[in-house]
């Protein structure tokens, strides 16, 4: 066997170079780059039959793409077997030996390679995952979330520079899931190697990656830091698989200095940045949890009906369902145009009441508005798009600059 890339060199950055893989006619992912820092937490994220799978695959050596290829460096890879590269994947299975103990499990990547002295290094790999005193147990007498740090520890044991992670938590309970990405994260920073996680859950995504990749159709829609993409999501299929948004069409007024004034249904908003020039068309979006549902006094115009001045955006509309949530309460207001806005205000006291049937003005801050682009563009520009270092969190100029 081949001796492992790993061995003979540093820390190397993950290249997709024009990825692409049909089956039959059916294009699973189309012409995809990507460059993943070495030592970053990568998530791929997206629903099911977006790609994302199939990607994990080909960088796994599972799948033989149909064109592009996948490079470790300046090293190419495209057309190696599985077990001649320096990778590994965690199955949300686990695929775990019922027959041999945990601490055979862990040690049989080494065995399968001839060494025969792997009882420290198998004590140093569970006490990573933390199941020290674990080793002699059967992987049946074990939980989920100990199962699935018996496959990372069996995966990481064989040091490689990428671990490939495909809803390695889809099989775990809610509280069982958060804890087990807290403590992925935590082995991640402790053994610096790659780590590209495949998943559909948007909070598994932001609680772990460094950067995510949101895919649609085989393409990469936006890439990001978390908070980026979450503040800042550049179109209205990121801007609703990550969390809720209200998105709102309308056309260009002006550009006033940094914000342009959008004209919705009549109603004037701003949002951060030029979009355009003067009857251009225009999309834009707030995040509910950002919006505040305020009472109408209908002696006012609806900006002049807003308390605080900061909260120059507003729109009239009628509450058309109340939920109590816990941590907040989440309004429906229809507007006079007919569609629906959602408003989470947060229950810590103060708010003025509102029920079902109230009129309402839904307000915010013009710098909390997003503009939107519609997905082809954003994909092309994703595509060509350098991903950073994992230490400098990525940038994004505001669309239209």
């Not at 049946?140 to 100990?146: A, P, Y």
């Not at 190697?193 to 909070?203: I, N, P």
């Not at 006033?256 to 030029?274: A, K, N, Y």
Request: net charge neutral.
């Amino acid at each position: 066997m081949p001796e492992r890339a790993g061995q003979q060199h540093g820390p190397r950055d993950l290249r997709l170079v024009g990825l692409r893989k049909a089956f039959g006619s059916a294009v699973a992912v189309d012409d995809l780059s990507l460059t993943i820092p070495a030592g970053s937490f990568f998530a791929l994220l997206g629903p099911s039959g977006c790609g994302k799978t199939t990607t994990l695959r080909m960088v796994a050596g599972l799948e033989i793409p149909t064109a592009g290829q996948v490079l470790l460096g300046d090293e190419d890879i495209t057309r190696r077997r599985p077990y001649e590269r320096p990778v590994n994947t965690v199955f949300q299975s686990y695929a775990l030996f019922p027959h041999l103990s945990v601490e055979e499990n862990v040690a049989f990547g080494l065995r399968r390679r001839g060494r025969k002295d792997v009882k420290g290094v198998v004590a140093e790999m569970l006490a990573l995952v933390e199941l020290a005193g674990f080793g002699r147990r059967r992987p049946g007498q074990l939980s989920g979330g100990q199962q699935q740090r018996v496959a990372v520890a069996r995966a990481l044991i064989n040091e490689p520079e990428v671990l490939l992670l495909d809803e390695p938590l889809g099989a775990l309970d809610l509280k069982l899931r958060r804890q087990m990405q807290l403590e992925l994260k935590r082995i991640q920073t402790s053994v610096g190697s790659t780590f590209v996680h495949v998943t559909h859950d948007q909070e598994e995504a932001m609680t772990m990656a460094d950067t995510i990749a949101v895919m649609n159709a085989g393409l990469v829609e936006q890439l990001g830091s978390p908070r980026e993409l979450y503040e800042r999501p550049a179109s209205r299929y990121v801007a609703n698989f990550l969390g809720q948004s209200n998105c709102l069409d309308g056309s260009v007024v002006a550009t006033q200095g940094d914000e342009t004034l959008v004209e919705v249904h009549g109603v004037r908003l701003l949002v951060p940045g030029r979009l355009g020039p003067p009857g251009s068309p225009a999309s834009l979006g707030v995040r509910p949890e950002k919006a505040r549902a305020l009472p109408w006094d209908a002696a006012l115009p609806a900006d002049s009906a807003v308390r605080d001045p900061a909260l120059r955006n507003a729109i009239p509309g009628t509450v058309t369902d109340v939920s109590f949530t816990g941590l907040s309460t989440q309004y429906v207001v229809r507007t006079a145009w007919g569609e629906d806005l959602g408003v989470f205000s947060q229950n810590a006291g103060g708010e003025a009441p509102v029920l079902r049937g109230d009129t309402v003005v839904v307000a915010w801050r013009p710098e909390h508005t997003f503009p939107l682009a519609p997905a082809s563009v954003v994909a092309e520009e994703a595509a060509e798009q350098p991903l950073p270092r994992p230490a400098v969190p990525p940038t994004m100029a505001p669309l239209g600059s």
